[in-house]
């Protein structure tokens, strides 16, 4: 049987080379996502601005939106939204928070619920009072400044400071371009997004310490190559890899985009964003090149381009390596 | 790295098929685990998004306990100086202190000795803490008492703990299934109620104080007089309808000396009411009370509100009566379930709601199932086509690593939401990263021109290592998300941390178990990937 080969064998791409790209491209993105930011806003979900949502369904027929939007009008609930969501009978419907504290929440919610009376099965209901508000989004935001320290310390144990910077340097990177494609999307903000952002930053850490890995080892192996053959070689043994499990996660994302249903569609779409596109990119064009200006390799001295006598398998590595591999340096 | 004695083999295939029976019981109806023995019956809790239901967060006033904690000190304070015949003026509570301030400097010794008595020391777990409930300081015969931060919380915990008692007994009064009722942070209780679709009842159940007090009406003046001349043993309190009442403050009996309450109709069978009966305590007040007032008229106060201010023509000796206002069925029975289930110690308010009907449970189950169907379908395929028999092996370690997960989170009797669905779903293209770690490192091992064997052991080796790496910072990321996280979030935190543990156990033991059995078997001279 032949085997599907995404990557061929032994790729040389000289990706170092395009470092005086990716960087400057980079931090026009990041520097883009940052004043997408401030000045286009997220669209926050009720999870941290407070309010009300709910999810209707019309029991007779599509929905009257204009009819529905004229009822909730006539209540005087400040800013709302109506909106189809999925099905021709599926009304989203959004209040902003009331004035007045966590009591105002649910009488409005308790208003709509009287206004719309039995024409319409109540599928979901959610109301965020302002306390609880303030909180979930103090504790999201501690949360992805925790997870971003605790893993740079992590790598910091296991690698030299250098590699957990660059790591959190591009990690940071992906995070910011991934809150800039939320903001321009207008992709709700909520719980949700949070554990989004989280995931990327796992599977992309994931992504960029296979690549660190292997770079440590052949900073081991070859002590006189320079840094950028060397991080091209990295980066190219490591290619393959790189693109069959993104292609995997891609599958497993799309069927989740696809068949997943409503309510995990923003997630899912972030993440596709995040890990698929970005963190893709960021492994392989920010993570690796930017070792270069951080100095990794810069002190190494001395030393031949021949493997070491001594087994060289990187400090993980329970097993002795065969004799073999003395062969391997040369080709 | 391709070796494994017999009895290593042995613990790694017990383990895996130990750890997927877990989650057999969750393929039977629970009518029928019910008769399994209870270390079989664990299985996964389908969250409130999936099987629909109420999700409510209560947060108890503690301001209002805290003025209740002042009140009570201030109230201490005027028995205590009156006992002592100390003569005092200006007593009042201001911010968080009690003030008082003693009239002659020759009492301020006195007084200071007498109020320090009020001062308890705090009791911990083991014996005293070396603090008190109150700290008290004088400053020129000004003496301030305040409520030591410790016994205010020790206070709010307590009402807290009362709280979820009274709701646990409300909530079991309306007939609700297996609700969960659980203290959340400091002040806050979670209360989750699976089924639940209109949460509108329950909420104006638990929103309610019900401290009931019977108490007199004041007729020594009108209200328009009180309401100029503000007298201090009495206050102004509305009616049902708006109508107010000057009503005594002092209570005759209250709702804690209630024994039993009952929804009924009145003589002529047309008017709702609540008939409720006294415990001994109780039926003694409210029967000397009766006595002294015949023809006088008294107030049934519900949570500040006069229910009813009817006349009294006889005395009630039995220690039973009604109360008749202007209800409607439903209000006379609700009302009978807050007088039965008691009052809660402070006000309560809901602070979050979530509520998920069962229609869209369904379908988020049915969207999910579609999703890891779809999933799984396209990345064996992929694996198959990418690797051909390791990719088999890869799907085999892959479809056991989900069994795997599916038993421990049986195991951990974990609540399954559509998050953590997601969660599942991602771990499969995390588990197979694994194999495609592996194996790409093998065909690289293999073009350095190594035997098979060869390749593979190195391959295994060196993947390993990386694979620990690049899961554990994933882990983290897990693991925070799991402290801070609550609700969906915690669920996807609580899939996606187990897949890791689960993809790393079958990469590290039952991938590379399956390919040492299959090169023993075969011995290979040429990898096939």
């Known amino acids: 049987m032949r085997l599907l080969r995404i990557v061929p064998d032994d790729t040389r791409f000289d990706f170092m080379r395009f470092r005086r790209v990716s960087f400057p491209i980079s931090a026009m993105l990041s520097i883009a996502a940052i004043a997408l930011y401030f000045f286009h806003g997220l669209n926050f979900g009720i999870d941290f601005v407070g309010g009300t949502l709910m999810e209707v369904q019309t029991k007779a027929g599509p929905a009257d939106l204009a009819k529905m939007r004229s009822t909730v009008g006539s209540l005087h609930l400040g800013d709302f939204q109506l909106q189809q969501f999925g099905a021709p009978n599926d009304v989203l419907i959004r209040i902003s928070e009331q004035p007045g504290g966590d009591q105002a929440q649910q009488q409005a919610v308790q208003r709509v619920r009287d206004a719309l009376g039995d024409e319409v099965d109540y599928r979901r209901v959610e109301v965020v009072g302002p306390s609880v508000s303030t909180e979930l989004l103090a504790y999201g935001t501690i949360g992805l400044v925790l997870a971003i320290v605790a893993i740079l310390i992590y790598l910091w144990f296991r690698f030299e400071w250098q590699f957990a910077l660059g790591a959190m340097i591009a990690n940071v990177h992906d995070l910011v371009l991934t809150v800039g494609f939320m903001s321009l999307t207008r992709i709700d903000f909520d719980l949700t997004s949070i554990a989004a952002l989280l995931t990327i930053l796992g599977y992309s850490l994931n992504d960029t310490v296979v690549i660190y890995d292997r770079i440590r080892e052949m900073l081991r192996r070859y002590k006189r190559m320079s840094m950028p053959d060397l991080l091209n070689v990295s980066v190219n043994a490591t290619l393959s890899r790189s693109i069959i499990t993104h292609v995997t996660v891609a599958m497993s994302l799309l069927a989740l985009l696809l068949f997943g249903g409503q309510a995990i569609h923003s997630f899912t779409a972030t993440m596709m964003f995040g890990v698929v596109l970005v963190g893709t990119y960021t492994s392989v064009f920010i993570a690796s090149p930017i070792l270069i200006y951080l100095g990794v390799g810069s002190a190494r001295m001395g030393g031949t381009d021949e493997p070491e006598a001594r087994p060289e398998t990187p400090a993980a590595t329970p097993a002795p390596s065969p004799p073999s591999r003395r062969v391997r340096a040369r080709r | ?529």
């Open chain 2, 1 to 529: 790295m391709l070796f494994f004695t017999r009895w290593k083999a042995a613990a790694i295939l017990i383990t895996a098929l130990a750890v997927c029976l877990c989650a057999v019981p969750n393929f039977f109806a629970e009518s029928t685990v019910r008769n399994w023995p209870a270390w079989a019956q664990r299985h996964i809790v389908l969250g409130l998004d999936l099987q629909g239901g109420s999700h409510l967060l209560l947060e108890v006033d503690s301001g209002a306990v805290r003025k209740e904690q002042l009140q009570s000190v201030a109230d201490d304070v005027l028995r205590v100086l009156r006992q002592a015949r100390i003569p005092f003026t200006g007593r009042a509570i201001r911010g968080n202190n009690v003030d008082v301030h003693i009239t002659r400097d020759t009492d301020v010794d006195t007084a200071l000795s007498k109020l320090r008595e009020l001062s308890q020391p705090m009791a911990g777990i083991l014996g005293t803490t070396g603090q008190r409930n109150i700290d008290v300081n004088e400053n020129g015969g000004l003496i301030t008492l305040a409520p030591t931060e410790p016994a205010i919380t020790e206070r709010v915990r307590q009402a807290v703990d009362q709280s979820i008692q009274i709701i646990e007994r409300r909530v079991n009064e309306l007939g609700l299934v297996e609700p969960t009722i659980q203290r959340e942070g400091a002040d806050r209780i979670l209360v989750q109620v699976p089924g639940l679709q209109d949460p509108s009842r329950l909420k104006e159940i638990l929103g309610k104080t019900a401290k009931l007090d019977f108490r007199m009406v004041d007729q020594a003046m009108t209200v328009e007089q009180a309401q100029q001349s503000h007298p201090s043993d009495s206050e102004i309190l509305e009616g049902e309808h708006g109508e107010q009442y000057l009503i005594e403050k002092r209570v005759l009996v209250s709702g804690a000396d209630l024994t039993d309450a009952q929804p009924g109709f009145d003589q002529n069978g047309s008017q709702p009411i609540v008939s409720f009966r006294f415990n001994s305590t109780g039926a003694r007040k409210f029967a000397e009370a009766t006595q002294a007032n015949v023809g006088k008229p008294f107030a049934i106060v519900l949570d500040n509100k006069v229910i009813s201010a009817p006349v009294i023509r006889e005395p009630i000796l039995g220690g039973s009566g009604q109360i008749s206002g202007s209800f409607t069925v439903q209000q006379a029975n609700d009302l009978a379930i807050l007088l039965r289930a008691g009052a809660l110690p402070a006000p309560l308010t809901i602070i979050e709601e979530r509520t998920v009907g069962p229609g869209l449970g369904q379908d988020s189950i049915n969207a999910g199932e579609h999703a890891a169907y779809a999933g799984a379908a396209l990345v064996i395929v992929f694996m198959f086509a990418t690797y051909g028999l390791f990719g088999l092996f890869a799907n085999i370690a892959v479809a056991i690593n989900v069994a795997m997960i599916f038993g421990v989170l049986s195991l951990l009797s974990a609540t399954l939401t559509l998050p953590g669905i997601a969660g599942i779903v991602l771990t499969v293209g995390i588990a197979v990263d694994s194999n495609v770690l592996i194996y790409e490192r093998i065909r690289e091992e293999v073009r350095t021109g190594r035997t098979a064997i060869n390749a593979i052991d190195a391959g295994f080796s060196r993947a390993l290592a990386t694979i620990l790496d690049s899961n554990i910072t994933t882990f983290i990321a897990a693991a925070v998300l799991f402290y801070i996280g609550t609700g969906p979030v915690r669920g996807f935190a609580v899939t996606l941390g187990i897949g890791i543990i689960t993809t790393l156990f079958t990469a590290f033991t039952l991938t590379r178990l399956i390919v040492a059995y299959w090169v023993r078997m075969w011995r290979p001279r040429m990898v096939p990937i």
